[in-house]
Nanobody, 127 residues
């Protein structure tokens, strides 16, 4: 069975930092597209960043490109999202997602590409 478990969310002031973690079951972590999405109240879920665990360039949304960094620790089956210089508009529920090929197909930010999702972790940024 596939499991994705996020952690690391919280409440911070604008300009602050958070690091999200997503621990994946070993059966899916190798050679998968692992991604972070977020969903703010009343808005659609949007792709934030993705990385192919088998190697290759990471993908990241323009809105967070200079502030967020996606990384992985294969030894720990863990995906990270380092979020710096947080803004109130970053407030959302953040989700980890996995798929075999979304990154390679160029569809890393499409929610329908991902069959596996975590339960989410809330990030709240106050001004």
């Amino acid at each position: 069975q596939v499991h994705l478990v996020e952690s690391g969310g919280g409440s911070v002031q604008a300009g602050g930092t958070l690091r999200l973690s997503c621990v994946a079951s070993r059966t899916i972590y190798t050679r998968y597209c692992m991604a972070w999405f977020r969903q703010a109240p009343g808005k659609e879920r949007e792709g934030v960043a993705a990385i192919y665990t088998g190697g290759g360039r990471a993908n990241i949304a323009d809105s967070v490109r200079d502030r967020f960094t996606i990384s992985q620790d294969n030894a720990k089956n863990t995906l990270y999202l380092q979020m710096d210089t947080l803004k109130p508009e970053d407030t959302a529920m953040y989700y980890c997602a996995a798929d075999t090929s979304a990154c390679l197909a160029g569809n890393w930010d499409r929610t329908y590409e991902y069959p596996y999702w975590g339960q989410g972790t809330q990030v709240t940024v106050s001004s």
